[in-house]
């Protein structure tokens, strides 16, 4: 078993641990493969502003995906 940094705290985190016993972050997580496989090449989703923006403009568009879907439904 070996020990990590954890990304949320910066404590010490072991890779056998499903989550870090200081903050819970949840490192067994299945987070989609496009970060997985980037995140150490470019390091752009280590920074957590940035993810919380990639979040949330997803989020911004489902609604608006949704709004278009009810505003056609009622027009007929
Ligand atoms: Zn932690």
Not at 10 to 22: I, Y
């Amino acid at each position: 078993m070996a020990l990590i940094r954890c990304p949320e705290c910066g404590g010490e985190l072991s890779t056998t641990a499903p989550s870090c016993p200081k903050c819970g972050y949840q490192q067994h997580a299945p987070p989609p493969t496009v970060v997985r496989t980037t995140e150490g090449l470019t390091g752009k989703f280590l920074d957590p502003v940035n993810n919380v923006r990639g979040c949330l403009r997803l989020v911004v568009l489902f609604l608006i995906v949704g709004l278009l879907l009810c505003l056609v439904g009622n027009y007929r």
